[in-house]
């Protein structure tokens, strides 16, 4: 997790990253927040991680696709499936700035 904050603490110092560099370091948020049962963040960064990918108009990469619907199962599996579509549609609604806010609150 410290990994994944100081990424984007980077981007806050007035650094710039590439548009992967905030794929990789949101879905590994999301990724932290399921494992460790906080299901509304990981589903929200899930959200957003698909949607940044849409507007990007690239798909999740075929390597990473099979883990990437192991993570979002694994966490759609710890909560009633409405529930978790709410946080999904709340993630994909965040703009990348609140994205990064929301990614870096405790």
């Not at 710039?16 to 494992?35: E, H, N, P, S």
């Not at 698909?50 to 883990?67: G, Q, Y």
Request: overall charge positive; proline content about 3%.
């Amino acid at each position: 997790k410290i990994h994944y904050r100081h990424g984007l603490s980077y981007r806050r110092a007035g650094k710039k990253w590439d548009q992967w560099g905030l794929d990789a370091l949101l879905r590994g948020f999301a990724v932290v927040a399921g494992r460790t049962g906080r299901t509304d963040r990981s589903g929200m960064l899930f959200g957003f991680v698909e949607s940044f990918r849409e507007k990007m108009e690239v798909p999740v990469p075929a390597s990473w696709r099979e883990d990437f619907d192991e993570n979002v199962k694994s966490v759609c599996g710890k909560v009633q499936e409405p529930l978790f579509a709410e946080t999904w549609k709340k993630g994909k609604a965040l703009t990348v700035e609140q994205a990064i806010a929301f990614a870096l609150e405790e």
